[in-house]
């Protein structure tokens, strides 16, 4: 990379939204099926068809602009984007233009090794998606060079939100980094299922390119067919160094859309004739203004979740947890709401921490059964926990004990006290049965006092195992040593 | 106001092959047509809002609730051109 | 007078009542259509077989005890209203052989209420004309001088009714195609404030002008058939919960205590001798049904057309989009999907409708939005303000429903001629108003060969349908006008 330069990347987000139906029929909103079976007169665009809007979609970009800080405004309406395509039925998409759902609000999202970073937002607002093209007789599914194109209307109508980044972000890894806080946020808030692969995320990127340090915008891009943050990275990265190859040489930036090639690593120009795009935006005549009651944004507001950012930051900065470990729990919702009942009846974060994501994950992903849904309650972990602290237990049984929890066994107190699982902490019924051992194991003593001081493991095994696993490890260890100095 | 209309643009827009005929009328009673309307420029239209509706409503919305969709054969049955189960058309042109 | 020239009243009432059956109505209906369609050309579709089997099951309903407001009623539906299994056309070759999946919300509650379908009556292309000229597929005469124009759009419902070929129209008015062709028809023409019915169904012009209403021999008929649209939709957001007064119940006898307003610059002398004389004779009978006549003043309604000429072609513009030979409708190919767009559309749409489209993309384009979109969004709102402050000074407003009786076929050759036909009636359509023309007289026109009806024009503050109706059926019960003449039908009879 060039220092000379940086980066300047604006992100745009289209979310399919997680509701029953369509934005504006009741057509049901799934993913995938038979084509052209989810349809009615106003998906299709029908003659004489109108719109309703979905209150539920409009509730979940409300809840998600409060997520981010955004401002509801207290008008809002919808437009109509005029430009024709097969795939979209109207010859019309019914967007928002002016006066979106939400304005401003902030991204917080945080790097690999735990730096928090903020990306504003511009606006969130709400509109309709298309049908879906599948181009054929290019022998290769895409566009270019096709003979002809096969259209299925399931998808158009479904409620999509758009999501659009200022251009404050600088690198490639900054973007995703940014992508998967909005991924993460909108699956907290149940907004959407965020699958790149099912296509309910898609994003594009503005990228652009200036002296480092200079408060002007270079001449941008968009980026486009990125189908992965993988592939956004790497789009980033790679449009990014073509730009500064242009300009270290003397030579300009065209704005334009440029395409992802994921197999060549490279973007390539999508012009084909320059025809600027008139949309002839205009209120949309079907449907009336909206005007959130502050009320009903009070009610969302007061029902939003924690966090994920929120998360991420307390579980980094108040209870010192590696950003590694922190970011798994924000991953998964429920894990993180698991976890935050463990560290509300305990005070050892790091030790739910491992346990959660350590012994518990595995489990759950030997069993199938999610951490939040097994019979491991929140508090008897907190209790295993309480016990190892203490001391009452080793890890070992510890280990032991959590195995038979998740198969419901119940409180682990409970159990050690039944089965008299306690650890031996008296340095006299240690110390006894290091003798046991020492004098059950002459040779190896001897091999000891010879200098082979690696065998000392295998005494601390044969002590622990005398003791069934419950003498205190540190202690076994210390007093063998004792012995074998004396 | 402006009084001309860019005809071949427009109707690039609206997607309507015209003639060469059609661009030479339309274009004259099209600008006839902007010539009456520019009277418009007379009214004091500084400080008046713009009317979309004259409804008052706000707010006219549907509950989340699956409704039935219309059979697939009657849809495509009225198709210009299908395959299978889906609308076809001719190559598209990326733009 | 034979039967099917009653009223929709009183077929309801004989069907309710077992003096007839609506199939001997609707049997009675399909054989006057035989015989003089050929002549009127009223429908681009009989719908003989699906009458049949409405009748049919209005006769069972009514067996059944229903008390149904419309029973048997023959209605004749504007062919932009869709009928589920029904051809709708929209008069365009687009959609010559489109078949509604579906049914229109305000054709639903007809049919609802007992009417019977007897066909899809012609109209301008997409409703845009006045004349019925427009139609791509077929042409609607008079039936009180066959070589004059039905007036438009809803021509071909308003023909159908003159000519006793239905009892009662559907027709939609977005700048005044109800009122017109009901003044060229000898009918009452009624136009609802927009967003009283549903415009679910009926294939859009301008979405925030369009509206359903009635065409009808009297006003009760226009009453009962508003009664039976009339209401919320949840299918189409733009229409008003709130609650509709039963107007066919609420006629009145005259028009004490209300203040008619007299528009300044609607000045009936600017039409000519006769018409002038008609509108004053009209306006005198208002005086002597008890009516205070008071000036008012609507200083803006003079830039109407201009506005109307630019906020409906935008947004057809927009509604028409999609017709583009992907889904539905006529295709006509090409290389690619953009030459198929291109073929399809200039093949498929009639003159009118390609000016219209043209001059909306224009109005909506990149650089001209402001100067023209804006511009008469904001003219409109001074529109309405006039016909608000007019309303404090008065209840209903009266004037000429048209510039001119109904003229021959080509008279209006210069597509502006034409818009200004328009010209008494798209103010209120701008403003959302309720309005409705009613017969007030007949004149022969300059050559004619016979007397024309002419249309006198009642218009009321938003939601004031009732007191509408009302004043509108008393001027119709103490002048009579309409059944001065009837239309020329015996020498056409097949
Ligand atoms: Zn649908």
Redo the contacts with the bound molecule.
Sequence with gaps: MNARYEAVIGVECHVELKTKT?MF???VNAFGGEPNT???????GMPGALPVPNAQAIELIIAAGLAFGAEIPAFSKFDRKNYFYPDMPKDYQISQYDMPLAIGGTVKYWLEDGTMRECRLTRIHLEEDTGKSTHAGSGDGRIAGSSYSLVDFNRA?VPLMECVSEPELRSGAEAVAYLESLRRTLLALGVSDVKMEEGSLRCDANVSIRPAGSAELGTKTEIKNMNSFRSVERAIESERARQIEILSNGGRIVQETRGWDEVNGVTHSMRSKEEAHDYRYFPEPDLVPLEPSRAAVERLRAALPVLPAQRFERYTSQLGIGSKQATQLVETPSLGAYFDRVVACSNNAQQASNFVLGDLSRLANETGVAVAESAVSAEHLAELIGLVDAKRINSKIAKELLARMWDGAGSPAAIVEREGLAQTTDPGAIAAFVEEVLSAHPSVVAEFKAGKSNVMGFLVGQVMKASRGKADPALVNELVRTKLSS | MPDSIDIRYVATLARIALTDDEVEVFGRQLGDLLGHVNALAELDTASVSATAQVIESRNVLREDRPAP?LDREKVLAQAPQRQGAFFRVPRIIAE | MEYIEKSAAQIAHDVRTRVRSAAEVTDATLAHVESVEGAVGAYLTVLADSARAHAARVDERVRNGEKLALAGVPVAVKDNMCLDGSRTTCGSKILERWIAPYTATAVARMLEAGAVPIGKANCDEFAMGSSCENSALGVTRNPYDLTRVPGGSSGGSAAAVAAYEAALGMGSDTGGSIREPGAFCNLVGFKPTYGRISRYGLIAFASSLDQIGPLARTVEDAALAYDAMAGFDPMDATTVDRPVEAAAGALREDLRGLRVGMVREFDSAALGAALDALYRAAYRDLERLGAELVEVSLPTAAYGVATYYLIAPAECSSNLARFDGVRYGLRVEGDDVRSMYDRTRAAGFGPEVKRRILIGTHALSSGYYDAYYVRAQKARTLIAGDFERAFAQCDLIACPAASCPAFEFGAKSDPYSMYLMDYYTIPMALAGLPALSVPCGWTTPEGGRVPMPVGLQLCAPLFAEKLLLGAARAYEAATGHALARRPELESVRA
């Excluded at chain 1, 989810?38 to 299709?44: D, E, F, Q, R, T």
């Design positions: 369509k029929c009741g057509c989810k349809i009615c007169p106003v998906c299709l109508g | 969709c």
